[in-house]
């Protein structure tokens, strides 16, 4: 009896030993398991986690720059309307004076206004070759435009005008192009 006693309590806790190794096997088991999913989640997220803050460093980088722009934009155009806004000067030098005078009669008049440039250069007493640079450097540009502008003005003064409404169109027309000649004139006869 005490044999049989001792047989069933040895196999019992032989029992009760591996059912407590199997289910610490278990644990161990869903432990690795967690630990490699946790690993392979990590691994996976890194390249994805780093674009997306290179992504955001670019954005913001390219945010910036635009705002930059923005202001860039806005000071050129203020110092392009101050640049206007000093186109005429009502202390100007005299040479200068005389040139806007002489161009602006060449204008009215409703003659090119090539030909009496050298007149204008002329009574100004700047050197032929400096002049010669001027009008190499201004006629490849502008300065051909500004000349039929102003040839084509002479008609816009003319008594004959159909109407009022024709008149004040032609007046207006008249004013930029005499602002555009001003402009011309001070990068021609710098003060």
Same mark, same amino acid.
């Given at each position: ?6 047989? $069933?309590? %040895? /196999?019992?806790? @032989? ?5 407590? $190794? ?5 644990? #161990?088991?869903?432990?690795?398991? #967690?630990? %490699?999913? $946790? $690993? ?6 890194? =390249?994805?986690?780093?674009? %997306? ?12 720059? @635009? ?16 640049? @206007?806004?000093? #186109? ?17 009669? !060449?204008?009215?008049? /409703? ?8 007149? #204008?250069?002329?009574?100004? /007493?700047? =050197? ?15 300065? @051909?435009? !500004? ?6 003005? /002479? ?30 004139? !001070?990068?021609? %006869?710098?003060?």
């Amino acid at each position: 009896a005490i044999t049989l006693a001792g047989l $069933v309590m %040895f /196999g019992g806790y @032989r029992t009760t030993l591996s059912t407590s $190794v199997s289910s610490t096997i278990q644990i #161990v088991l869903i432990i690795l398991l #967690v630990a %490699f999913l $946790v $690993v392979f989640v990590i691994y996976d997220a890194i =390249p994805k986690v780093a674009l %997306f803050l290179r992504l955001y460093r670019q954005r913001k980088r390219l945010k910036r720059l @635009r705002v930059q722009r923005k202001e860039d934009r806005e000071r050129e155009k203020k110092s392009r309307a101050m640049s @206007r806004m000093s #186109v005429v000067v009502p202390s100007a030098p005299p040479k200068r004076k005389m040139a806007e005078s002489s161009v602006l009669q !060449i204008a009215k008049s /409703g003659r090119s206004i090539l030909p009496g440039l050298a007149a #204008v250069q002329g009574a100004t /007493g700047r =050197p032929q070759q400096q002049l010669a640079r001027t009008n190499s450097a201004l006629e490849a540009g502008s300065l @051909r435009s !500004i000349a039929q502008r102003v040839t084509r003005m /002479g008609s816009m003064t003319a008594p004959w005008a159909a109407s009022a409404k024709q008149r004040a169109r032609k007046l207006k027309s008249y004013e930029q192009n005499v602002s555009v000649i001003r402009s011309a004139v !001070i990068v021609m %006869f710098p003060p």
